[in-house]
Structure formats: C-alpha cells, structure tokens
C-alpha cells in the first residue's frame, strides 16, 4: 500500500445559482477589477492509502459521489499526489 493525498474539489455546475461567488463578483468589482465569471469551490484534501493512484483516485471519487458533491448540482474534479 502506498499513501496518496486526493484532491477533490466540488463546484456548482454552470447554470445554478451561486449567491456567494456572485457577491463576491461584485465587490471584487467595486474594487476596480475586471472579470468575465467566478464561481465558488470547495475543496477537500484526503490522506489515504491504496494499491495504485488509480484505486486511490477511484475511491476518493466515489466519496466525492456519495458525500461530497451532489451529482445533481457539482460538477468534481479528483487530483491525486504522492504523500
């Protein structure tokens, strides 16, 4: 076994509201900066153990399927490293 670190993030899909990246969109506006879109994620960091990066990412996906992310509204990305 080999220790990985999974990287999940989970952000809304496009087309969902997203009240908290929209506020900020406007004070970063007020603030003189130009942007086109932002969006808000969050990101969870998982210590794990596994067999390959592949199962590593395999799992860490399916906890992102079942707790993590609303497949209905997230869109999830799974990054694994060495730890």
Avoid: C, W
């Amino acid at each position: 076994m080999t220790a990985y670190t999974a990287t999940v993030t989970v952000r809304l899909k496009h087309g969902v509201l997203d009240p908290e990246a929209e506020t900020t969109k406007q004070a970063l506006e007020r603030l003189g900066f130009d942007l086109e879109d932002l969006r808000s994620a969050d990101r969870f960091e998982v210590d794990l153990e596994a067999e390959s990066a592949d199962a590593a990412s395999e799992r860490a996906s399916e906890m992102a399927e079942r707790l993590l992310a609303n497949p209905t509204i997230h869109d999830y990305d799974v990054e694994v490293d060495d730890r």
